[in-house]
Each structure stands twice: as structure tokens, then as C-alpha cells.
């Protein structure tokens, strides 16, 4: 799954296990920057999103 400084607005993720789908409404204040600038990846516990025990992947259109 893409860090959330990589998610675009309107994008669509989805938990292969249970289905559960989470659409991206607002991007990241750092999306389109490298990782290593985003906010969430200087802290001890980068963001992830994940569902079900898995990371969530990015539903095919």
C-alpha cells in the first residue's frame, strides 16, 4: 500500500480480506514529496492503513 503522502484524492482502497473500501477525500498535507520529508515517516510509528491484519491495497478501476 502507498504511503499516505503517495494517495491521491478520489482514489479508492480496499481490504482484500473483508471488502471494506476507504476512498481518499483529502490528500496528505505532504502528498507529492518524498517519504523522507512526510511528517508521518519522522515519528516512531509511521501511518500505515491496514484492515483485517493486512495492508489495505489500491481497488483496480
Do not use: W
Not at 28 to 43: I, L, N, Q, R, W
Not at 48 to 59: D, F, I, P, V
Amino acid at each position: 500500500m502507498p504511503n499516505c503522502h503517495e494517495m491521491k484524492n478520489g482514489e479508492v482502497y480496499v481490504c482484500e480480506d473483508c471488502g471494506l473500501e476507504l476512498q481518499v477525500l483529502k490528500e496528505c498535507k505532504d502528498a507529492g514529496t518524498p517519504a523522507e520529508s512526510c511528517d508521518c515517516h519522522t515519528t516512531a510509528d509511521p501511518c500505515s492503513m491496514s484492515c483485517c491484519g493486512k495492508e489495505l491495497t489500491k481497488k483496480r478501476s
